[in-house]
């Protein structure tokens, strides 16, 4: 006797949206704690305010990062309630014109007029509202807007990235303070780029690089401006 087994498929795609949240934020907490500290390191200033100013910038931009992502986010969620709340309605006021559209809309998928009809007649007795809501706004209960999970993992995000400098600063003497930053941010944006990429399924190297790169720029930037204001001042 033949058994069927069901066919489950896994895709590089799948897990790239929160990966990309959480590499984005990681590498902003990485990026600009470094710059800030390799900024105030160059004013000449002394270990202390090196310390504090790094803390500071995680505890700055952590915030930062967590207010931004719930207001954005709790925008994309308000949006979703409001298509649905609209969806239900219409549901309640035309279900024949609803069943038709969401028919049409498998009809555009390929379907045949026929086999179309039979899914939407189907769906909407299943289920009306999750058929629209899935099928015609493209909204599935595990994509929905979360805000309070989205800023508390742009704000852990943040901080993890951010830990790196913070922990160079607190263990490193001023005499190699400088270069101990630009190698250990640099190693952990080579690690971050690659890994992203790794699990995406692209190239881990050339990723790796590119974050390396910009990071490079952006703390290279801030570094010449705080020598140059340090000397000034």
Known sequence: MTRLR?????????????????????????????????????????????????????????????????????????AEHADLAREERELGE????????????????????ETAAEV???LMTEDALAAHARDELGLSPTGRA?????ALASAAAF???????IIVV????????????????????LMLGALAAYVGGANPW?????VVFWGAVAMGITAFVGNVVGHAV
Request: net charge negative.
């Open 94 to 113: 035309d279900p024949v014109g609803e069943q038709a559209e969401l028919a049409s809309i498998y009809e555009s998928w390929g379907l045949r007029s």
């Open 170 to 189: 607190a263990v490193t003497p001023d005499a190699i303070l400088v270069p101990a930053l630009w190698g250990a941010c640099l190693s952990a944006l």
């Open 159 to 165: 901080i993890a990235g951010a830990a790196a400098p």
């Open 6 to 78: 069901l066919h489950r498929e896994t895709h590089n795609s799948d897990g790239t949206g929160w990966l990309r949240a959480a590499v984005l934020g990681a590498n902003d907490g990485l990026i600009s704690t470094a710059s800030l500290v390799l900024g105030v390191a160059a004013a000449a200033a002394d270990h202390r305010a090196v310390l504090i100013a790094a803390v500071a910038a995680l505890l700055a931009g952590a915030l930062s990062m967590a207010a931004g992502e719930y207001v954005s986010v709790s925008s994309q969620a308000d």
């Open 120 to 122: 939407a007649a189907q």
């Open 206 to 210: 050339r990723a790796g690089i590119r």
């Open 146 to 150: 979360r805000p309070i999970q989205a």
